[in-house]
């Protein structure tokens, strides 16, 4: 089911390490095509595109592409007690961990009356994207509305695929979701398609442009938001989800068996790579993972992820081995099962979950962290979405004339090292012509 890859008794360079990495290349490849081809067909024919695309790919003819209000009042009245609640509790905890991601303002003063002001704007405007296609996401819902509300973003609007069981409605309990967090603007479009629409809107529907994009998703969704890139800002390409399970002869099999099947059941593309320092557990895991693969409800889906080239057992000879591997790899999720884990060590990753106890699954609903995360290697230099996302720093210069004079001279010296005399006229006409008791003032005679 799984394949082993030995890399005991190599040294390997990074370039070798990332050489050696199991990934699903040519689905990548051939997704971008795709969804830049369906990103076009938005852009030009908008409407009409989206409603060949809901046929085609969701089974879906004449329903709401805009949601009506009366669809979120009934989604969120019909929602089980019990599911609400749940919601409400990752709603809150989620809440409280993105208020910690936003910086206080700083003031910096470089001297009397010389100030620069760093402040965070939050963009105007998001479109927030939650997948529906093999599975039902309402905790989507929460980890990409909760930080935009937090960061203060003003107009929110939200896509989801159609659902042919619902009669081209979104998923009730996605509606239920975004009433339950207040968004009213929800829209019925799913894939590649539905970044389009977001990025270019459609004024058939009243869906005016965003200027963010983010929403985990497949590879055909991410490919989407490489291709709209430009357009308007985009969180990390979070495509078909992946988990890396560094482990050494203290794990137990059969948690590491259920943590790579808990992932591997999201779709036929997801990513589930074992890196351990013992064979005696590499050959426990393999030996669990069978039946238990075969017990699970989407056995057909998780044994397809396990069997692809993106999915893998690999051997190491130490944990050092295993790190460098691990930090190569650049995993959406990470999780460490080793006596000594050293979280520290592992610096490319969506997210680091530490020890027996913190599986991916919690991530993925209640441990107020948020699970829309880098794939595909991005985590080596992109960070999971936050509060953070929906922020623009931005700096606030204020000098007066005794501080600008006393930087007057250099500005002018660098302005005409750069040929570009005009920057340092901007300054020198500031002290000319100006009352003798004004600071800096000069007699233009």
Same mark, same amino acid.
């Given at each position: 089911m799984l394949r082993t890859i030995d890399l005991r008794g190599r040294t390997l360079s990074p370039a070798e390490l990332l050489a050696t990495v199991p990934r699903a290349a040519a689905a990548r490849e051939e997704a971008l095509t795709t969804a830049a081809h369906i990103v076009d067909d938005v852009a030009a024919r908008g409407e009409a595109a989206l409603r060949e695309q809901a046929e085609r790919f969701d089974r879906v003819t004449e329903h709401d592409i805009r949601v009506p209000a009366a669809h979120l009042d009934e989604a969120l009245a019909e929602l089980d007690p019990d599911v609400r609640a749940a919601l409400e509790e990752a709603i809150q905890r989620v809440r409280e961990a993105s208020a910690a991601q936003v910086p206080a303002p700083t003031v910096t003063e470089?001297?009397?009356?010389?100030?620069? &002001?760093?402040?965070?704007?939050?963009?105007r405007r998001v479109g927030l994207?939650?997948?529906?296609?093999k599975a039902v996401y309402p905790s989507s819902v929460v980890m990409n509305v909760v930080p935009a509300q937090v960061a203060g973003v003003s107009e929110i609007a939200l896509a989801s695929p159609p659902q042919s069981e619902f009669g081209g409605r979104v998923h009730p309990v996605i509606l239920g979701a975004a009433k339950l967090l207040g968004v009213t603007e929800v829209y019925a479009m799913g894939g590649a398609g539905a970044i389009g629409a977001l990025a270019h809107g459609v004024p058939a529907l009243g869906l005016e442009p965003v200027d963010v994009v983010t929403g985990p998703g497949n590879n055909f969704v991410a490919a989407a938001k490489r291709a709209v890139a430009g357009i308007v800002g985009t969180d990390a390409e979070a495509g078909a989800t992946e988990i890396l399970v560094v482990a050494d002869e203290t794990a137990d099999a059969r948690l590491v068996a259920a943590d790579l099947i808990s992932q591997a059941e999201h779709?036929?593309?997801?990513?589930?790579?074992?890196?351990? &320092?013992?064979?005696r557990l590499a050959d426990d895991v393999l030996a669990d993972i069978g039946p238990r693969a075969a017990a699970t409800r989407h056995?057909?889906?998780?044994?397809?992820?396990?069997?692809?080239?993106?999915?893998?057992?690999?051997?190491?000879?130490?944990?050092?081995a295993a790190t460098a591997f691990s930090?190569?790899?650049?995993?959406?999720?990470?999780?460490?099962?080793?006596?000594?884990?050293?979280?520290?060590?592992f610096v490319h990753?969506?997210?680091?979950?530490?020890?027996?106890?913190?599986?991916?699954?919690?991530?993925?609903?209640l441990a107020g962290s948020n699970h829309v995360l880098p794939t595909g290697g991005q985590a080596r230099y992109s960070s999971g979405l936050s509060a953070a996302t929906f922020l623009r720093p931005q700096q606030v210069i204020e000098y007066d004339r005794a501080a600008l004079a006393v930087v007057r001279d250099a500005i002018v010296t660098l302005a005409e090292a750069e040929a570009l005399p005009a920057h340092g006229e901007a300054i020198t006409v500031r002290f000319t012509g100006r009352p003798a008791h004004e600071p800096g003032a000069e007699n233009p005679a």
């Open positions: 470089l001297g009397p009356g010389a100030r620069v &002001t760093q402040r965070w704007q939050p963009v994207y939650v997948p529906g296609g779709d036929e593309q997801a990513s589930a790579v074992l890196v351990t &320092t013992s064979e056995a057909d889906r998780v044994a397809a992820a396990l069997a692809g080239p993106q999915s893998a057992v690999v051997l190491v000879d130490d944990l050092a930090n190569a790899y650049a995993p959406e999720h990470l999780e460490l099962h080793l006596a000594d884990p050293r979280p520290a060590d990753a969506g997210a680091v979950f530490v020890g027996p106890d913190s599986p991916v699954s919690l991530g993925d609903y």
